[in-house]
């Protein structure tokens, strides 16, 4: 399979980013999953060390979602750069929000300086319902979900593609879906945000690895 403007270089990258992102991601679900486990309550915050972990992971992690999303961009077809440019805008808007958030929840809440003001149970603590945990929330089931719903319609050509299509609107469905039940319901719609931008999210980029890995890079100039 060839894609007219897709470079080796782009293959490259995008392979790099897809897998890497992969591994991350999974680190990130093992991680948050012993944190649960060391909970007593499911809406407690989760504690050192695995806060540490999960945020460190989930910096890197958002840059190299961007980065495989650029490669999506330069693989998506000359007709369907408008839904690749709008998905790319919308992951950065993810990366945006998220990495700030828990940049902040790691620096500025384990500053003892802090400790004792009266505001930060109401906005640094990662748990329910502070406003950084909100604002998480909101970037993944919101910015996520609607980046994988605008990326979906790019995969059409063959069964990879096509599994990859099914998978994104999946993981950008059960994202969304978590948002609209969280209103009602916070923890089954933490447990349904979870599996769609977690699991199924993390089988979306191991996909994307392997659709780069499978198209032969053409050379020529490429339409934007």
């Keep these: 399979m060839s894609r007219e403007g897709f470079t080796a270089r782009h293959r490259v990258i995008g392979q790099v980013a897809a897998w890497t992102g992969f591994a991350m991601m999974q680190g990130y679900c093992v991680a948050s999953g012993l944190g649960f486990l060391s909970l007593e309550s499911p809406l407690d915050a989760i504690g050192a060390p695995y806060s540490l972990i999960m945020d460190l992971l989930l910096i890197l992690t958002t840059s190299l979602l961007v980065v495989t999303m650029v490669v999506v961009h330069a693989y998506a077809a000359p007709e369907h750069k408008i839904y690749s440019m709008t998905a790319l805008a919308f992951m950065i808007l993810l990366a945006g929000i998220t990495s700030s958030v ?85 923890l089954p719609a933490i447990v349904i945000s979870i599996v769609g931008w977690g699991v199924a ?24």
């Design 201 to 224: 999210g993390s089988i979306v980029f191991l996909l994307l690895a392997m659709v780069f890995g499978r198209t032969r890079p053409v050379s020529g100039v490429r339409r934007v």
């Design 102 to 186: 828990n940049f902040a929840v790691l620096i500025v809440s384990s500053q003892a300086d802090f400790a004792g003001a009266p505001w930060l149970p109401l906005f640094l603590p990662y748990k329910w319902p502070t406003v950084a945990y909100a604002m998480d929330i909101f970037a993944w089931d919101w910015f996520y979900a609607l980046s994988m719903l605008c990326a979906a319609p790019i995969f059409r050509e063959g069964r990879l593609e096509q599994i990859v299509r099914i998978v994104m609107l999946i993981s950008g469905g059960l994202s969304l879906l978590g948002l609209i039940v969280l209103p009602f319901a916070v």
